[in-house]
């Protein structure tokens, strides 16, 4: 089975500059889940999605942070214009909702790290 | 708000020792993970422990929860070199019907031959 697939790993740009990040979630897990994880930190969710619906949205920079989850499966997360202080690795997770209602254990892609100069 | 602790944050410790991480959280959980990250790679699910008094054991590694007490620890035995890696323990909490998961600082592991 393959995992979550993240592109790009790695991107550099100026700041003001636009980027674009996608992540494929795992086949049949209906939640996916956008990371921002911080040198020396640990993951803080930025946004997560229950197929197509944003449900949780609330720690998404909206001023210059959007992402969207067409069709419920790939997902994409913009940042407009970048600053500096959004060096950082994104993380993308996937998760299938169980029996019982609950979320069942992430399973993380390998992030795309983004400096901005 | 929910606040995830791990202690210690650097551990350096010689090969073939015994040695445990903790992980304190503020408010009632319903789950509560441990991952694993190698540097410049993804995170990695080792354990989900699931209710009060669960213990869950893979190779070297013991994770226990203790939801009383709102601590989990990660317990390491006869450590090897391979285990060197950050660890992360999550906890999952329900909020007005969002799942919340909220990650700790992670436990930076370095195994010394």
């Known amino acids: 089975e393959a995992g979550v697939v993240q592109s790009p790993r790695y991107k550099i740009i100026e700041k003001k500059q636009p980027v674009a990040f996608w992540c494929n979630p795992i086949s049949g897990h209906n939640t996916l889940y956008w990371y921002l994880q911080n040198l020396g930190q640990g993951p803080e969710l930025l946004i997560r999605?229950?197929?197509?619906?944003?449900?949780?949205d609330s720690q998404l920079p909206k001023d210059r942070f959007s992402a969207e989850r067409l069709k419920g499966v790939d997902s994409t997360l913009k940042i407009q214009p970048a600053e500096l202080g959004d060096s950082a690795v994104y993380l993308c997770a996937s998760s299938r909702r169980l029996a019982g209602g609950w979320t069942g254990e992430l399973f993380f892609g390998e992030g795309s790290r983004l400096t901005v100069l | 708000e929910l606040k995830v602790e791990q202690n210690p944050l650097f551990l350096s410790m010689q090969e073939g020792k015994n040695y445990t991480i903790y992980c304190n959280y503020s408010t009632t959980s319903d789950r509560l993970y441990w991952y694993r990250q190698d540097p410049g790679k993804s995170l990695e699910s080792l354990f989900v422990?699931?209710?009060?008094?669960a213990v869950k054991q893979e190779g070297r590694l013991m994770a226990s929860l203790d939801t009383k007490a709102r601590l989990s620890t990660l317990h390491i035995t006869a450590a090897v070199h391979d285990l060197s890696a950050t660890y992360f323990c999550?906890?999952?909490?329900?909020?007005?019907?969002?799942?919340?998961?909220?990650f700790g600082t992670g436990t930076r592991l370095t195994i010394i031959p």
């Open positions: 999605y229950e197929n197509e619906e944003a449900v949780d």
């Open positions: 999550a906890v999952d909490k329900e909020d007005f019907g969002n799942e919340k998961l909220t």
């Open positions: 422990l699931l209710s009060n008094g």
